[in-house]
């Protein structure tokens, strides 16, 4: 080993980064330190889709639906799916951080706390969207329906922002508590109450090929929920993890 | 360097340290020792900026603590006894990320010199979670030096390493801390302590009862000196 | 120890003579109602324990912002004492929503927006209460409560928001009678007066609930301390 005297002597010191610039820099290592350590495994999104496809199954048993049945449950059946699989993601994805000390390291260094609440709220986002991007193909083709619809599309992804941005801060708090696997869908799903309504409703309108005036109010709704959230997990979550 | 005055700290209504006062001048290699429960780890999770001090006023390199602790964790590197490491990553790969996080320039550069300095760079492409214990906080090591901190904080290091881990850990603690460096470090392991600091410090009880420096006490008077620092009041 | 205030006794006294009072109102005062019959007196108390739910709610979230910004133990106190305050009166809401709506709508649920509204909101507390008892460190109990009660709270008005808009696309119609119209009686004077008096006689009960809550809260800190105390 070489000792560290001999080489560089004098090395620039990082407090020479811009703020703003940090905070990107510091956001992207964490989505791509997750995205990497997935791909390498991959433990969580196996596990989600997995578990998406098994929801899915059992609710071809227990419903048993003639084929002109299944699209008014369609939305209602996805979006239980992506509820639960979602859960496994968040729980997942926080316990990484937690088990091996390593949400320590990242409050450890000179970023803002929010750049971290993004960044894992980013990686969520995007594990559940490949979920999504999966089953729903399977979906159509189990069942017969298309589910390529552009609005649906949209109204799939705004649901998913919302989700994972009030899961992402719930799941901080979960995860440093005894209770953890079974408290984040306690805590969430009340909360999250008017994603899964409106992303639901949404969805139907789009796939009964409903007039845009009545499918407006679920994608403001959606919006509206999202922005709000968004805001006040940026402002709260440096309580969640400070101790 | 660091100047702890007054610290106290209090989980609800259960005080931990009271009224801990600590001085640490620029280079020294401070050993912290004390009994199990004396508050060893809160105290450095304080250090650390992980933790907030309840009362008392902490200041490293002259910034304040909490309020100014951005500045501070650029200055700071620590090593827990959790690696910190991410065990589906490379050792390349975290040592990337960590730099990122800090924003170190000239990364690639900087990880070569880092993996040849703990000894890793034969591994550098292997994933973490196929490192023995003593290789991770070798690496652990290696990513509290890679923004070239000039404050160290080590919290019991050697737990979990075996007699050829802990000496491999020893060579590296030493190269750390002759880059001139300040460092402090918690051990139950007097003996292991003694090789490395310059000072040695007891925490019992909250406060800091004992202070000396290693040039004044023969190392088999060190046991002596701990077992009368931490006794009953 | 601190001794029971004046002023919280003479709260006590006068809180249990409004309830009297108001139960007289309920059973005597107020006329029976021409379409629904007894069962409407349900009504009176049913509302009023719903307004105290949703006081207790935004309590609960006033006082975890003022932990979060003060870091006083003693708004943790406090809003631990609303949801538990809440969770019990949202329960009642719930409960006495249900009588009434049995005889009336032949059924015993449903899914309106403000009984589901409500129904979240109590599940919000019973998970705050949850997440509580999850965590050792008091301060990070405390920290994680005030910001799951601001959560929560923010959520409601949506989840309300998101009910209603379900109901007027997808009416609903059970029964003979249109569920969502809690108005569908017009109050007559006496009526309106017993509502309104039942409406202050319950916040005057939220009012000395809370104020006993948090003399307990204090007390039992107290308690721990010196018990802590006595150990070292």
């Known amino acids: 080993m070489k000792p560290e005297t001999q080489l560089a002597t004098s090395f620039p010191k990082t407090s020479a980064r811009r703020p703003g610039f940090a905070f990107f820099q510091s956001l992207g290592a964490v989505v791509w330190k997750d995205l990497a350590a997935e791909l390498r495994s991959r433990e969580l999104l196996s596990a989600m889709l997995v578990f998406a496809l098994l929801v899915i199954l059992i609710f071809n048993f227990a419903l048993d639906l003639e084929p002109r049945l299944r699209l008014p449950v369609t939305p209602g059946v996805l979006w239980v799916t992506f509820a639960f699989a979602g859960t496994l993601g968040l729980n997942r994805s926080m316990a990484i951080e937690k088990d091996r000390g390593c949400l320590d390291g990242l409050l450890l260094a000179p970023v803002d706390r929010s750049a971290i609440y993004f960044g894992k709220a980013i990686g969520n986002l995007i594990f559940m969207l490949l979920v999504e991007i999966i089953v729903l193909p399977i979906y159509s083709v189990l069942y017969n329906l298309n589910l390529f619809n552009p609005g649906l599309l949209l109204v799939t992804l705004l649901g998913s922002i919302g989700y994972v941005v009030v899961g992402t801060l719930l799941s901080t708090m979960a995860v440093q508590a005894r209770t953890r696997d079974i408290l984040l869908p306690i805590l969430l799903f009340p909360v999250v109450l008017p994603v899964i309504l409106g992303a639901v409703k949404g969805s139907a309108g789009f796939l009964n090929g409903l007039e845009m005036l009545e499918i407006w109010p679920w994608i403001n709704l959606l919006v509206a929920y999202d922005i709000i959230f968004l805001a006040i997990a940026f402002m709260v979550f440096d309580f969640v993890v400070e101790e | 360097m660091i100047e702890v005055r007054k610290l106290v700290k209090r989980f609800g209504l259960k005080t931990v340290l009271r009224g801990l006062n600590f001085h640490v001048e620029p280079g020294e290699f401070v050993a912290l020792l004390g009994p199990n429960g004396a508050g060893k780890t809160t105290f450095l999770r304080i250090l650390a900026s992980l933790s907030r001090p309840t009362l008392g006023d902490v200041r490293i390199s002259g910034y304040h603590l909490p309020a100014q602790a951005a500045a501070v964790r650029s200055r700071l590197g620590v090593v827990s006894h959790q690696p910190l490491l991410y065990g589906d990553l490379t050792a390349e790969e975290n040592l990337q990320f960590y730099g990122r996080m800090y924003g170190v320039p000239e990364l690639p550069r900087r990880i070569d010199q880092v993996l040849e300095l703990v000894g890793l760079a034969p591994r550098r492409r292997d994933l973490v979670r196929t490192f023995s214990r003593g290789m991770q906080q070798r690496l652990a090591i290696g990513r509290a030096v890679l923004h070239d901190p000039d404050v160290m904080l080590f919290d019991e290091p050697h737990t979990g390493l075996d007699q050829d881990a802990s000496a491999m850990l020893d060579s590296v603690l030493q190269e750390v801390a002759a880059r001139g460096r300040t460092v402090v470090m918690t051990s139950h392991d007097l003996s292991r302590a003694a090789d490395l600091a310059s000072r040695f410090d007891i925490l019992s009880r909250g406060v800091i009862t004992a202070s000396v420096q290693r040039a004044d006490i023969e190392i088999n008077q060190l046991l002596g000196f701990y077992r009368h620092a931490t006794q009953e009041a | ?232």
């Open chain 3, 1 to 232: 120890m601190e001794t029971k205030p004046r002023l919280l006794t003479v709260l006590d006294t006068v809180t249990v003579i409004m309830l009297l009072l108001a139960t007289a109102m309920v059973f005597f005062y107020a006329p029976m109602e021409a379409t629904m019959g007894q069962v409407q007196r349900v009504f009176y108390f049913h509302v009023a324990a719903g307004w105290v739910g949703m006081v207790s709610f935004l309590v609960a979230a006033i006082s975890g912002v003022a932990y979060l910004i003060t870091s006083d133990h003693k708004w943790d106190t406090a809003g631990l004492s609303a949801v538990e305050i809440g969770i019990a009166f949202a329960f009642i809401n719930i409960v006495t929503g249900s009588i009434w709506a049995r005889p009336i709508w032949n059924t015993w649920w449903t899914w309106d927006p403000r009984l589901t509204t409500a129904t979240v909101m109590e599940l919000i507390y019973l998970a705050y209460l949850m997440l509580r008892s999850g965590i050792e460190d008091p301060d990070r109990r405390a920290r994680f409560g005030a910001v799951y009660a601001i959560v929560g709270f923010v959520s409601v008005p949506l989840t309300f928001f998101s009910a209603r808009l379900f109901r007027t696309i997808h009416p609903v119609v059970i029964g003979s009678n249109d569920p969502g119209a809690e108005g569908t009686f017009d109050m007559t004077t006496r009526m309106l007066q017993t509502f309104l008096f039942s409406l202050l006689t319950f916040t005057f009960i939220f009012a000395d609930l809370l104020w006993h809550r948090i003399r307990i809260g204090r007390l039992a800190d107290r308690v721990e301390q010196l018990r802590l105390k006595t150990m070292q």
